[in-house]
């Protein structure tokens, strides 16, 4: 199984970013697919997670407004719109995904809940 995300780069402050990231090798289609990102010298944190009927989506209160998830399931493949950056958003992101598709609200927010991780890409926001 491999996560490949990409659309990270170098933005300026006020501007926007598109992350994609492809699942392959098997099919989450019904599972919980999510971004988290890490700055350096910080822990790892959830940013957005979205289930598979799109029903549920919860934010991180840093990103609700601004950060857009959503998911194409014939693809395979989740996205995560990111408007208005701050230079506080700079990060390497991460796509994550589950295959279950049984996660309850607040476990969609935890890490340890995600059993596939992408290899992260950078985004830098500067001021």
């Known amino acids: 199984v491999q996560l490949q995300a990409s659309g990270g780069g170098l933005v300026q402050a006020g501007g926007s970013l598109r992350l994609s990231c492809a699942a392959s090798g098997r099919t989450f289609s019904r599972g919980v697919m999510a971004w988290f990102r890490q700055a350096p010298g910080k822990e790892r944190e959830f940013v957005a997670a979205i289930d598979w009927s799109r029903s549920r989506q919860p934010y991180a209160s840093s990103v609700r407004g601004r950060f857009t998830i959503s998911r194409d399931n014939a693809k395979n493949t989740v996205y995560l719109q990111m408007n208005s950056l701050k230079p506080e958003d700079t990060a390497v992101y991460y796509c994550?995904?589950?295959?279950?598709?049984?996660?309850?609200?607040?476990?969609?927010?935890?890490?340890?809940?995600?059993?596939?991780w992408g290899q992260g890409t950078q985004v830098t926001v500067s001021s």
């Open positions: 994550a995904a589950e295959s279950t598709g049984r996660l309850i609200l607040s476990t969609m927010t935890t890490s340890s809940a995600y059993e596939s």
